[in-house]
């Protein structure tokens, strides 16, 4: 199968739970919020955060060096060597889930005034996550998309169910913590059953990791410590930190959903980025270079011409979004605007970044993380007592777009190829065009569904005016076809010709 046979494959599946997921996720967001109130969601809200931030401490670049080196090896056909990764990284896995685990039930046992029943609930959900994690890991390195896919379609699905339900009733965070943790269990199950296709299980006692090939993860898992303690966590994380410092549960309600709705629309471009690492791993693997500059350079519009209209287009209806939360919400609009523009940059630098890590040169993006989330941590200070969630998002998503920018940089550089700067200029200019009619139509007609409909018939024919896409990005999208339903062919066929102007 062909490099691009293989990310057009993996992109309908992970289109199919990122869609899904985005629909049942927003669908049970704005029961939760319209049930819950803004001040009780906030509540609930941290405890995902907390057990979010958790996991990643459990999680110490682990299931980033399983999908990096799993594809590698996998890729070599030496499935001997990709099975006794994921057995040795497994078994640290656990280890580290449960004594995190441990420490968080100790301290809800020995605290009186801390919140004994959520703290346990939250200690069994850290081990689950941080499993489920490396799972979703695993199948990224076998490159089997759909594994992971179906899962979290049908966890999702039945999570999103209980939720509404629980909260229906009259129940409330204890409940819905029981139904995240149920969702959890389910993936793992449903992941679990299909690796051994891919990794040997049994007798991986006898299989050994070379010397050599050892102190790669290890710098590599060290390195993606780094990132995380300097990326991850201070463009995740420290907003709820610092608003709970200094503001409210209800600004923590407002920047949660704020920056879990804008992550879940940057899942469009997600959809196809995703995919990127475990391919350029692979690609390096196989020393092809040629391939690997035309993946990337292809990679970086595709994910532009997906994101720029998101971006631009969620933060022109942003009060009307936060509308369907409830007129409780309506303060939210501008948090919501600065997070939908905030991540623009961020949803294009993933291609560079799956460039880096793919080369094992993260070390760049561990010092320029350092520097940006020193950044973030005086931003922050500075803005959040006075400015509540508007100071949060605004120095989450300043530091993250100006990192962004700098990844880009590097990853073009270092492959000595030039970023498509016109290009993606052209595709800005087809996004705000866009974005401008959309907010016109929400302003004057007060319709978010139109707005949204007249969004998606101008931004097409301004991408076709402007020329933006090539032959190359046809090939890349046109692979896709395969794997739609064949009374779909023919219009995402047709789609695609109308997009890429010869």
Same mark, same amino acid.
């Given at each position: 199968?062909?490099?691009?046979?293989?990310?057009?494959?993996?992109?309908?599946?992970?289109?199919?739970?990122?869609?899904?997921?985005?629909?049942?996720? $927003?669908?049970?967001?704005?029961?939760?919020?319209?049930?819950?109130?803004?001040?009780?969601?906030?509540?609930?809200?941290?405890?995902?955060?907390?057990?979010?931030?958790?996991?990643?401490?459990?999680?110490?670049?682990?299931?980033?060096?399983?999908?990096?080196?799993?594809?590698? +090896?996998?890729?070599?056909?030496?499935?001997?060597?990709?099975?006794?990764?994921?057995?040795?990284?497994?078994?640290?896995?656990?280890?580290?889930?449960?004594?995190?685990?441990?420490?968080?039930?100790? +301290?809800?046992?020995?605290?009186?005034?801390?919140?004994?029943?959520?703290?346990?609930?939250?200690?069994?959900?850290?081990?689950?996550?941080?499993?489920?994690?490396?799972?979703?890991?695993?199948?990224?390195?076998?490159?089997?998309?759909?594994?992971?896919?179906?899962?979290?379609?049908?966890?999702?699905?039945?999570?999103?169910?209980?939720?509404?339900?629980?909260?229906?009733?009259? +129940?409330?965070?204890?409940?819905?913590?029981?139904?995240?943790?149920?969702?959890?269990?389910?993936?793992?199950? $449903?992941?679990?059953?299909?690796?051994?296709?891919?990794?040997?299980?049994?007798?991986?006692?006898? !299989?050994?990791?070379?010397?050599?090939?050892?102190?790669?993860?290890?710098?590599?898992?060290?390195?993606?410590?780094?990132?995380?303690?300097?990326?991850?966590?201070?463009?995740?994380?420290?907003?709820?930190?610092?608003?709970?410092?200094?503001?409210?549960?209800?600004?923590?309600?407002?920047?949660?959903?704020?920056?879990?709705?804008?992550?879940?629309?940057?899942?469009?471009?997600?959809?196809?980025?995703?995919?990127?690492?475990?391919?350029?791993?692979? !690609?390096?693997?196989?020393?092809?270079?040629? %391939?690997?500059?035309?993946?990337?350079?292809?990679?970086?519009?595709?994910?532009?011409?997906?994101?720029?209209?998101?971006?631009?287009?969620?933060?022109?209806?942003?009060?009307?979004?936060?509308?369907?939360?409830?007129?409780?919400?309506?303060?939210?609009?501008?948090?919501?605007?600065?997070?939908?523009?905030g991540s623009i940059g961020g949803a294009i630098a993933t291609v560079s970044v799956s460039m880096i890590l793919s080369m094992e040169e993260q070390s760049y993006?561990? %010092?320029?993380?350092?520097?940006?989330?020193?950044?973030?941590?005086?931003?922050?200070?500075? !803005?959040?007592?006075?400015?509540? &969630?508007?100071? &949060?998002?605004?120095?989450?998503?300043?530091?993250?777009?100006?990192?962004?920018?700098?990844?880009?940089?590097?990853?073009?550089?270092? !492959?000595?190829?030039?970023?498509?700067?016109?290009?993606?200029?052209?595709?800005?200019?087809?996004?705000?065009?866009?974005?401008?009619?959309?907010?016109?139509?929400?302003?004057?007609?007060?319709?978010?569904?139109?707005?949204?409909?007249?969004?998606?018939?101008?931004?097409?024919?301004?991408?076709?005016?402007?020329?933006?896409?090539?032959?190359?990005?046809?090939?890349?999208?046109?692979?896709?076809?395969?794997?739609?339903?064949?009374?779909?062919?023919?219009?995402?066929?047709?789609?695609?010709?109308?997009?890429?102007?010869?």
């Open positions: 199968m062909s490099v691009f046979q293989t990310i057009a494959r993996n992109t309908y599946w992970s289109a199919l739970s990122t869609v899904g997921g985005l629909v049942m996720g $927003l669908i049970t967001s704005i029961v939760l919020a319209r049930a819950l109130g803004a001040a009780v969601l906030g509540q609930y809200n941290y405890w995902l955060w907390l057990i979010g931030l958790l996991a990643l401490i459990a999680s110490p670049g682990l299931p980033q060096a399983m999908t990096r080196f799993g594809a590698e +090896y996998l890729g070599r056909e030496e499935r001997e060597t990709a099975s006794a990764i994921f057995a040795r990284l497994l078994r640290i896995e656990l280890t580290l889930g449960a004594l995190i685990a441990v420490v968080v039930l100790f +301290y809800a046992l020995l605290v009186p005034s801390s919140d004994t029943a959520a703290l346990v609930l939250a200690a069994i959900a850290v081990l689950l996550v941080v499993v489920e994690l490396f799972f979703l890991a695993a199948a990224k390195g076998a490159l089997d998309f759909r594994i992971f896919s179906q899962a979290s379609l049908i966890g999702g699905f039945l999570y999103g169910a209980a939720a509404i339900a629980i909260v229906s009733l009259g +129940y409330g965070i204890y409940l819905l913590l029981l139904a995240y943790i149920g969702r959890r269990i389910l993936t793992i199950l $449903l992941i679990g059953w299909k690796l051994p296709s891919y990794y040997t299980v049994r007798g991986t006692e006898a !299989l050994t990791i070379p010397p050599e090939l050892r102190q790669r993860i290890v710098r590599y898992i060290r390195d993606i410590i780094l990132i995380f303690a300097t990326s991850t966590i201070p463009y995740e994380r420290f907003g709820v930190f610092f608003l709970k410092l200094f503001a409210t549960d209800v600004d923590i309600a407002y920047y949660s959903q704020s920056f879990d709705l804008a992550v879940k629309s940057m899942a469009f471009p997600a959809i196809f980025t995703a995919t990127l690492l475990p391919v350029f791993a692979s !690609l390096q693997g196989q020393s092809d270079r040629e %391939r690997i500059d035309r993946v990337y350079l292809s990679s970086n519009r595709i994910a532009a011409a997906i994101a720029m209209p998101i971006g631009l287009g969620g933060a022109a209806v942003a009060s009307s979004v936060a509308l369907l939360y409830g007129p409780e919400f309506l303060d939210m609009a501008p948090i919501l605007a600065i997070f939908f523009v993006i561990v %010092r320029l993380n350092a520097v940006m989330a020193l950044v973030n941590v005086i931003l922050s200070l500075l !803005l959040v007592p006075s400015f509540g &969630a508007t100071g &949060a998002a605004l120095a989450t998503c300043g530091s993250h777009t100006v990192s962004s920018a700098m990844l880009m940089a590097y990853a073009s550089r270092r !492959l000595q190829v030039a970023l498509p700067f016109q290009v993606l200029g052209r595709i800005l200019l087809a996004a705000l065009t866009a974005s401008l009619a959309a907010w016109l139509i929400s302003m004057w007609l007060g319709g978010l569904v139109v707005a949204v409909a007249a969004a998606l018939l101008i931004y097409p024919v301004m991408l076709r005016a402007v020329a933006a896409l090539d032959d190359t990005d046809r090939h890349l999208l046109s692979r896709l076809s395969q794997h739609l339903p064949q009374s779909m062919v023919p219009a995402y066929q047709g789609l695609v010709a109308f997009l890429v102007r010869s």
